[in-house]
């Protein structure tokens, strides 16, 4: 009983830090700037930012013990759906320390998108990220339009009229 105890205790106090490790209010990407590619291992192998050029795509950096990151699959599953044909893209970039983590998250929350895997945490300081989740839209031409920090279902309308008016933004 002691050893599950000391267990959640050290889960719970790695997600603490890991959020305070993002704690400052600003971020190191703008919008207009690049996007910084990136290659990491996904579900369905290699995941490379560069190899989505000429699409519009919605990167988030999430992890299995973030709430709103779960309340936010519905809603990025419903968006792949409804704009795959259009060309959207969605990434989602897990953060966890260990895969098993991410696995059991995505056993009970599945993606309809592609996800990627970075437990070393490279990814989200080239991005800039300062908590969890945190997405970026990326436009066609790789630049960042815009950031989100945070997910609650509030959000919804404001980031699909977002993604709508990057795909149907001239290249």
């Known amino acids: 009983m002691a050893t599950l105890q000391w267990k959640k205790l050290r889960s719970l106090s790695f ?23 990136f290659e990491l291992p996904g579900v369905q192998g ?19 013990w973030c709430g709103p990151c779960k309340q936010s699959f519905g809603w990025m599953n419903a968006m792949q ?4 044909a259009q060309g959207l893209k969605i990434i989602g970039v897990n953060l966890d320390a260990k895969s098993e983590d991410a696995q059991k998250f995505l056993a009970q929350t599945p993606a309809h998108f592609t996800v990627a895997f970075d437990s070393k945490g490279g990814t989200p300081k080239n991005y800039g990220v300062k908590g969890m989740p945190t997405s970026f839209l990326v436009g066609k031409d790789g630049k960042i339009i815009f950031q989100h920090l945070g997910f609650k279902e509030a959000d919804r309308e404001q980031l699909e009229k977002q993604i709508n ?3 149907e933004a001239k290249k």
């Open 15 to 37: 997600a603490i830090l890991f959020c305070l490790s993002f704690s400052s209010n600003s971020y190191a990407l703008d919008a207009g700037s690049k996007a910084p590619d």
């Open 81 to 84: 759906d409804k704009y795959r």
């Open 165 to 167: 008016a990057a795909l």
């Open 46 to 64: 290699m995941v490379k930012l560069s190899s989505t050029a000429g699409s519009v795509v919605y990167v988030d950096f999430w992890a299995s």
